[in-house]
Every structure is written in C-alpha cells, then in structure tokens.
C-alpha cells in the first residue's frame, strides 16, 4: 500500500518542471559553478590585471627616483601626473594614487622616505593595484638595502638570517579538501532542505487546500501509512537533491577543475590557489563517498520528518512556505559552529547536535578524519530526532484541528 | 525509557516500506447486498453529536438510509450537513452516538466502514498532475482492487458517467463538470454500498448537473444507498425518497416527500422546508422566553 502513496508522491513531483529543475538540476550545477567559476572570474581577473597596464594618479610625480619609476613601471603600472589624487580615486578615474612628497630624496638620504598610497580597501581592482605598486616599492627598498649593505661590507644574508620552513601536517585528504571543504556539508544540508521542500509541502498543506486529502481519508488506508509515504517521498527528494550536488561536485572537481580551468588559465598560479582552496583537488575514496551518501540519507530523513511536521500544520501552500522559510535560516547557525570548528575540542556532545552533527561528520568524512564513535552518534541521534518528528506528525494526522483547518 | 522505545516503536513501525502491506491486508470488499435490499439499513446514525470549540455543529442526530434509497439531507449554510457526512465517513470522531455504515460500526472499525463507503464533495480534491485514468487507477489501489478490477471498473464508470476525455487528460486540465464526474467516479470506484454526496452539483452547468444526477439515478437503482445533501430543492425533489431537514445541527423534519408536504400542508419542498424552519424557530424562541 505505501508504495502505490508514494508513487503517487513522486510521480506527482516528478511531473512539476518547477520541481524537477529545483530539486535536481539546480543542486547539478550550482557547485560546479562556484567551484568553477570562482576561479575562473577571479583566477582570471588576478592573471589579466598582472599584464594589463594600470594607471595610476601620482601627485609629485618629478620628486619620484628613476629607480622607483622603473620599479613601477615594470611592475606593468603608468604612472599619470596629477594635482588631485585623492579626487581621482574618489571619482574612481584611477584605482590608486600615489603622493610623493618634495623632500622624498632628502627622506630616502636619512632612511625615513614615506610615499602615500590612496585606494579603496573593498575595491578589488584597487586592492590589485596597490599590491603591485607595493611589490614595486618592496622591491625597490631591498636593492637599496642590499646596496647599503655592499658599501657597508655587510653580507646581505643577514637579512634572512632565520628563515622559517612551515611544513603543513595535515594528511593528503585534509590538503585535498581545501579551506572551503565546509561549503560541501552546508550545500548538502540546504539541498536536502529546499529538495524535500516542494513535495512535502505538496504533500500536506497542498492536499489540504486542493480538498485532496480529504479523499485520501475516507479510503481505508491507514493514516500512519499516509504519514509514511509522504516522509519517504520527501526523504527521496531531499536525498536525491543532496547527491545531484555530490555528483554535480565530483564532475567539476575530478574532470573540469582538473581539466578546463587549467587549461583555460594556463596554469596560472592564482587559478591552482583557487582551485586548492575551493577543494578543486578533493577525491574521495569509495568508502567515503559511500558515508557521505549515508549521512546525507539521514539528514534527509530527519528534515523530511521536520518539513512532514511543519507543512501539515498550515492550511494552504502559501502559509507552508511561510513557515518553512525560516528553517532555511535556521540551518545556517550550524555553519558558523562549522566555521569555529577548528577553534573548538569537539567531544562526542558535538556529533548529538541536530544538523551540526551532519555537517561536522561531512566534513570528517571529506578530510579522512571520521570516527566509528562519530558516525554513530550523528546517525543515532539523527534518526532518534527523526523518530520523533515522525511520531509528532502521526500525531498531528490524528488531530481533527489540523486536518480540517480551514 | 519506555517512551523512548515507544517512539522508536512507532518510528520503526512506519518505515515499513520493506514490508509492503499486501492489498488483502485491507478490510474487506464492500459488502454484498441482500437480495432482498429495501429492507436494509446501510446508514445508521443514532443521536450522533459533535461540537467545534464553542459551537454545536450536529446535535443529537438520528437517521437511517436504507437500500436502494436516496436520502436528502436540507438544510442552510452551517446546518451541519457537511459535519454529519464526515462523521458518518469517518473523517471526524463524534463526541457522542452511534453510527455504522453497511452493519459495520463506524467507531469501532473505522477501516472496515469506509471500505464500504464513497464520498463526494463538492470540492473536487482532484491531483492537477495526474490524468483521470491514473486518478481512479490510484484510489482503486487504495480500495485494495487489482490492476485488472480496476481498469474493469473504470471501463464501467466511463460507460455510466460518459468520462471519455478526461480519463487521459491532467485532471488539472479539465473543466468544472469533467472533474466533479471524475470525482464522482472516484467515489463509486470500489462500487461501495454506501455513497455520501455533499453538494455535488453546486459547481456544475445544467448538462453536467443531468449527467451527475443521471448517474447517481442509477447508482440508487443498484441497491445502494445514497445520502444527498444538496441546496437546490428540485434535485431533492427529483431524487430523495425520503428527506431530512437541519437546523443548527438538529433534525427539524424528516419523512418522505408526501409526508413532509401533507404535515406542512405545502405544494413544494422549498415551501414545506420553510414552513418547519419557522415552526422550529417559534419553538426556539419559545423555549428561550
């Protein structure tokens, strides 16, 4: 029997284009774009700012060093003479300005030289235009020092007397996953939310305002089967959302990252940071892929029960939505516990935390850092909240007051 | 503890999708009629009361359908007559009374009861993303009949409610009568002998509404019995053997047609209808002076 109410479930999702595009293609292509496109846009931004010639306002032009102006002028910057510069940027005619005063020679004589750069800090095109007059300047002041030391009789290696060598500890999988590896267990999360979404909505509040359920009622079904179907029909949804975007993952992570973005970068340094940083490198093992499916199939059990709960207490799909929109903002505050993970000592209370748990056995499985104790007290836990979730909604299914809301 | 392993029971329970409950685990068909069927009461209601928060919605109501009979239920908006329909299809629990549907008691074997009965409203309650055919062919499944039972029946009603496009149309896509044919098939799909009406015409053009009331002409002459609440008087002149009128959940009238015209000494059933509103209206305001 609950296999003819689910099927009427997902053949009735199935057959809403908006559904289908929300709940599987969506999920399919979101994470590639981020991963692709982040490096893509600002990969190719940093590569093409690095060989274009960017102008740059200089008040006192005249008192500049030849040294300096070759300086910066290698460093692909032109260097336009202007009275206002401070203006120039505020207007945003150039990205950067540079004020050197009168005395500039006679305050490089006495090792006290100060030039002034104007930019906007959050302006990105700014901030690239700054970082390459600094790199001209730094590379100015070293030669002057290593010159001063000649004259001096100094050896230069004073300078780098000690020289630190970091070493990263973390395991290969670690590295692999890169620093963004939490945004894999947050989009899952939020997928399995916004997958099941639709169909639970439609599944309760909807067949309440269509008159549908009523239907449904008077056959002789049982009602805990009703409850049944429209969990598991959510729970597939939701799951199916949560694994389009571990699949949507994998192809940009194993073929187009490794692939596309290297070659249409050409390598460039700043596209492979990037790319290492948005864990375009990730590959997980069988076994891991394999827990990872598990975890997102009881978060998605446990959500399917929470959105089953929440839906069947409105009287239309409106006032659905309505009520399930702040879970959506609910499910971020795991994410910044997810964020002070690092910071914290996570004992096993962590892993019984709702959502949180999910997320943190997520991102232990992507870092090849995941225990048997663990994955037992997040599945666990997880499917006792969903036990009673589902236990509150049989309830409701009874409940006269909420069936026939009107 | 116990409460605990009582919601993991009960978690556990749910997840049985492995465990397919077989179509005989349903109660069982509808119940054979007797041979004999104008004697039989199939619809039993016996003081039957229910309140919503403040208000009395069915007080103290007391009917019987029998077989092979069309019973009009009158009465105006908010009389009750949608609260004792779903009551008597289980859809609501009573606070007091007795109630059954074909022999079965409603409270005690629900399942059983609504097994053996249909019920129609007004409000479609159709699924826009499913046709006509996958409709029936669904709830047929939900009465336990096989694919083959199923289609077999579908064939019949279409004959008998002239279904034709809609059968392979979205549901979602048909006009007003279409649907409330559709839905009115759904209720006669399991053939119950028991079919509860609520205001099904009051959404249908003329042809529509001749078709529906066609059908359930002949739905009446198989032997069942039918519960008729409805506005318009000409259609429970038309249909009802007997008619049961309702004022704020209390039983004003009731009798046959003659009956109910001899006793208010009226030509028609809207005028009889009138004459015990008012003669009930006296009484309550006597009674509160």
């Known amino acids: ?24 293609l969506i999920p399919l292509i979101v994470l590639p774009v981020v991963m692709l496109g982040l490096p893509l846009v600002f990969g190719g931004l940093f590569a093409r700012e690095a060989v274009t010639v960017t102008e740059v306002a200089v008040s006192g032009l005249e008192f500049l060093p030849t040294e300096l102006r070759d300086q910066l002028e290698a460093e692909a910057l032109a260097l336009i003479e202007t009275d206002d510069p401070l203006e120039q940027v505020d207007d945003d005619l150039f990205p950067l300005a540079l004020t050197v005063p009168p005395d500039f020679a006679a305050q490089l004589a006495n090792n006290q030289a ?3 750069l104007h930019y906007k800090l959050g302006n990105l095109r700014s901030g690239l235009a700054a970082s390459k007059v600094q790199r001209a300047i730094n590379s100015f002041r070293d030669t002057r020092t290593r010159a001063t030391l000649d004259a001096a009789g100094v050896d230069a290696a004073i300078l780098t007397a000690v020289r630190i060598n970091e070493q990263d500890v973390s395991s290969e999988a670690e590295q692999r996953s890169g620093m963004m590896a939490w945004l894999i267990p947050f989009l899952m999360v939020i997928w ?34 009703l409850v049944t179907a429209k969990f598991l029909a959510t729970t597939l949804f939701g799951v199916s959302s949560a694994l389009m975007a571990i699949v ?21 340094s700043d596209a492979q940071a990037m790319m290492g940083m ?84 997520m991102t232990d499985i992507i870092r090849a850092d995941a225990n048997l104790a663990a994955m037992f007290v997040t599945w666990g836990s997880s499917l006792f909240y969903c036990a009673i979730l589902l236990a509150i909604a049989n309830h409701n299914f009874n409940r006269e007051d909420v069936l026939f809301r009107t | ?96 009374g007795e109630l059954s549907i074909a022999g079965v008691d409603v409270r005690k074997h629900p399942r059983k009861a609504r097994a053996n009965l249909g019920y129609v409203s007004g409000d479609t309650g159709l699924y826009d993303r499913l046709t006509g055919r996958e409709t029936l062919r669904y709830f047929a499944r939900l009465y336990g009949l096989s694919k083959r039972e199923a289609d077999a029946r579908i064939d019949a009603l279409d004959d008998q409610l002239q279904l034709g496009a809609v059968l392979d149309r979205m549901a979602g896509e048909g006009s007003s009568g279409m649907k409330q044919k559709l839905s009115i098939a759904r209720g006669m799909l399991h053939d119950p002998p028991v079919l509860l009406l609520d ?35 000409s259609e429970i002149e038309e249909l009802c053997d007997r008619v049961v009128m309702l004022v704020h959940g209390q039983v004003i009238a009731s009798g046959s047609l003659v009956e109910l015209k001899t006793e208010s000494q009226q030509t028609s059933i809207e005028d009889a209808f009138f004459y015990f509103v008012a003669q009930h209206n006296q009484e309550h305001e006597q009674v509160s002076a």
């Not at chain 2, 001749?210 to 318009?232: C, E, M, N, P, Q």
Request: proline share 5%; charged share 15%; glycine share 8%.
């Open chain 1, 1 to 24: 029997m609950i296999v003819h109410l689910v099927a009427k479930e997902v053949l009735s999702t199935l057959r809403d284009t908006r559904a289908v595009l929300a709940n599987l």
């Open chain 1, 114 to 116: 100060e030039l002034t």
């Open chain 1, 192 to 225: 399995t939310l916004s997958g099941g979404q639709m169909t639970a909505i439609d599944a309760t509040a909807g067949e309440k305002e269509r008159g549908s359920l009523e239907t449904v009622l008077v056959t002789p079904v049982r009602r805990r089967d």
């Open chain 1, 248 to 268: 949507g993952y994998f192809v940009s992570s194993r073929f187009l990252m490794s692939g596309l973005v290297s070659n249409l970068m050409g390598g460039s």
């Open chain 1, 278 to 361: 948005m864990g375009g490198q990730l590959s997980l093992s069988p076994s891991a892929f394999l827990l990872l499916t598990l975890s997102s199939l009881v978060v998605a059990m446990m959500v399917a029960a929470l959105l089953i709960c929440v839906a069947m207490l409105a009287r239309s799909y409106k006032e659905a939505q309505s009520y399930i929109a702040p879970l959506g903002l609910v499910m971020i505050l795991p994410v910044v516990g997810l964020q002070v993970a690092d910071f914290l000592t996570l004992g096993l209370g962590f892993y019984a935390v709702p959502l949180l748990n999910a997320m943190l056995l």
């Open chain 2, 1 to 96: 503890m116990t409460l605990l392993c009582t919601l993991w029971q009960q978690f556990a329970s749910s997840l049985t999708i492995l465990a397919v409950t077989p179509p005989s685990d349903l109660p069982s068909s509808p119940l054979p009629l007797s041979t004999s069927p104008a004697a039989q009461p199939l619809i039993t209601a016996h003081n039957l009361s229910k309140q919503f928060a403040e208000v009395q919605a069915v007080n103290k109501l007391s009917l019987t359908v029998n077989a092979g009979e069309v019973v009009g239920l009158l009465g105006p908006n908010g009389a009750g007559k949608t609260t004792t329909l779903r009551l008597l299809a289980g859809l609501l629990t009573p606070d007091d």
């Open chain 2, 199 to 233: 205001e099904v015409t009051s959404s249908l053009d003329v042809i529509a509404r001749r078709a529906v009331l066609d059908g359930v002409k002949r739905y009446r002459g198989s032997g069942r019995a039918i519960l008729y609440s409805a506005h318009t008087m």
